[in-house]
């Protein structure tokens, strides 16, 4: 099996991702997280949202509707810009991106037509009466910011510069979903919009920051810096709004793949809405840049996942950092037969619950198979309670990486994992 059936393997017996709808043969580009997912998929995003809003003076959280007036789409240049161009296959009709083919179908080896464009964007229909409203789910989380640019503004203390960070689902109608959750229809985002004075110098400076910014925050979370790289966008390769723009790429399996991209937007969005700023101090008044940065959520646990799997023979382990890894402690009686030691064990995992870390109890077979078990997870503690924790009130504390282990007093484990997890 190659990494990716690996870690596609891994997710689906461990419970972190499942094809969507899996019992009626999934539906293409759809994904749905379970008990350990979620885990980790909520670790990342707090994570982010404690480095863009809670560690930073500059930045308000907001969380706008997915669905709005499709006027914003309009405004936006989405209905007409937000497209792809593609081949259709003359013979078997699938069609395929155009940088992501060569001259024949791979399908069946036909030929293609020329190109076409497609749009990215999902319709619904609203109301029960005919014809019914038509709207369309958000393709980036970003506009629902940008039109509530000057609601954020007149109800809190913001000044320019500032930034508005937003967490949320967005819908492409990617039409080759692929490569596990990497493209998929329905995924999640995790977005800042930076608004800055009109200004080449100041905007290109806060630009080259966040692109710093954000790469340091990958790497502090645990990517490999090496398989880390900035792409810059060439002239075609922009996306409408963006003035310019440059990707953090991650090195995939499948290649080096974009993991999130900054982009200078400069007054593209707030001018198209009728919107400005007017500055309380001067009141002078102006129509703010944009620098974004903009990260996929489940493209993010996609790359920490791969990044984390690591083989030593037989046993796989998941090098997660213990912030996001789904499980922070799993808690073990030696022996599960043993009342006196099951429920010392439960006493302890009771206690670490209270602080608010996500503990796990595991009592099945033996000591080798739950280990081995929890680095599948990455779960970075392991505490056994033995017949001696009877005695001298200490525990085994075993770490996942170096496997190293160490008797730890059991009224220090509270502290002593808060300690680690501060690191
Ligand atoms: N607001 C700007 C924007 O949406 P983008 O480069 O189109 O920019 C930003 O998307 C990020 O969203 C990407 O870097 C990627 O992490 C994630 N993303 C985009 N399309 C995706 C898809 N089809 N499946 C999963 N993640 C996707």
Redesign the pocket.
């Known amino acids: 099996m190659d990494t990716m059936e690996k870690i596609t393997a891994l997710c689906k017996r461990r419970g972190f991702i499942f094809p969507s709808s899996e019992i009626y043969g999934g539906f293409q580009?759809f994904w749905d997280y379970g008990p350990l997912g979620v885990e980790l998929k909520n670790n990342i995003k707090c994570q982010w949202w404690k480095s863009m809003v809670y560690e930073r003076e500059d930045v308000v959280g907001f969380d706008a509707a997915v669905i709005m007036n499709p006027t914003v789409w309009e405004k936006s240049g989405h209905l007409k810009a937000f497209t792809d161009p593609l081949v259709e296959c003359k013979k078997c009709n699938y069609r395929f991106k155009v940088d992501s083919v060569g001259d024949k179908c791979p399908e069946c080896g036909g030929e293609f037509t020329e190109p076409k464009t497609f749009n990215l964007m999902t319709e619904v229909l609203l109301g029960t009466t005919e014809p019914k409203e038509k709207s369309y789910l958000r393709?980036?989380?970003?506009q629902g910011v940008f039109v509530n640019f000057e609601n954020v503004v007149n109800s809190s203390r913001v000044k320019i510069p500032f930034g508005i960070a937003q967490v949320g689902k967005?819908f492409?109608n990617?039409i080759t979903?692929g490569n596990f959750?990497?493209?998929?229809?329905?995924?999640?985002?995790m977005?800042l919009e930076y608004f800055v004075r009109p200004d080449e110098k100041e905007s290109k400076d806060m630009f080259e920051y966040w692109k710093e910014e954000r790469i340091k925050w990958y790497v502090s979370l645990g990517i490999k810096k090496d398989k880390l790289r900035f792409h810059e966008h060439a002239e075609g390769e922009r996306?409408h709004?963006a003035k310019y723009?440059t990707?953090?790429e991650y090195e995939a399996p499948f290649g080096w793949s974009?993991?999130?991209?900054i982009?200078h937007?400069g007054d593209y969005d707030l001018r198209n809405h009728g919107l400005s700023y007017k500055d309380p101090q001067t009141g002078e008044e102006f129509t703010p840049w944009v620098i974004?940065t903009?990260?996929?959520?489940?493209?993010?646990m996609l790359f920490f996942l791969i990044d984390a799997y690591f083989e030593d023979g037989e046993r796989i382990v998941l090098k997660l950092n213990s912030k996001i890894a789904p499980y922070k402690v799993a808690v073990f009686p030696l022996l599960a037969n043993k009342p006196d030691l099951v429920e010392k064990a439960r006493d302890i995992y009771h206690s670490l619950k209270e602080t608010g870390l996500s503990i796990t109890f595991d009592s099945r077979g033996n000591i080798g198979k739950r280990y081995f078990a929890q680095d599948e997870i990455g779960t970075p503690w392991c505490v056994t309670v033995d017949f001696e924790t009877l005695e001298d009130k200490k525990v085994t504390v075993r770490d996942r990486d170096t496997a190293k282990q160490e008797r730890i007093e059991v009224d220090k484990l509270v502290s002593y994992f808060q300690n680690e997890l501060a690191k």
């Open positions: 580009g393709g980036e989380i970003t967005a492409r990617e979903p959750t990497f493209r998929s229809r329905e995924f999640e985002q977005e996306a709004y723009a990707d953090i974009e993991f999130e991209g982009h937007r974004e903009s990260g996929g959520v489940d493209r993010a």
